[in-house]
């Protein structure tokens, strides 16, 4: 079974920075492309940015462009989300998902597999 464990959420002023962190087992983690998905007070979990097996392609959301960055190590079945220049809207629970795939209309999904989520709060 696989399971998913995020850590690293916190609180933030406007312009700091914060390092995610998600470590998978339970599968074939250097296989698999692997998401980060968030969800803000009152809103749809929404996809923020992934990653594929070798750590060659990554994928981002428009609103984080620029300001995160998705990594991996497959020795350590780690997947990151660094967080810089982060703003309040970025305010959400975050969450890794351990089978990421975009749809044929361009939209980014999440396997049936997340992890229980970190807060991050992003105070002005």
């Known amino acids: 079974q696989v399971q998913l464990v995020e850590s690293g959420g916190g609180l933030v002023q406007t312009g700091g920075s914060l390092r995610l962190s998600c470590v998978a087992s339970g599968h074939t983690f250097s296989t698999r492309t692997m998401g980060w998905f968030r969800r803000a007070p009152g809103k749809e979990r929404e996809f923020v940015a992934a990653?594929?097996?070798?750590?060659?392609?990554?994928y981002y959301d428009d609103f984080v462009k620029g300001r995160f960055a998705i990594s991996r190590d497959n020795a350590k079945n780690t997947v990151y989300l660094q967080m810089n220049n982060v703003k309040p809207e970025d305010t959400a629970v975050y969450y890794c998902?351990?089978?990421?795939?975009?749809?044929?209309?361009?939209?980014?999904?999440?396997?049936?597999?997340w992890g229980q989520g970190t807060q991050v709060t992003v105070s002005s």
């Open positions: 998902n351990g089978d990421t795939w975009q749809e044929s209309a361009g939209v980014w999904v999440g396997g049936p597999d």
């Open positions: 990653i594929s097996g070798t750590g060659r392609s990554t």
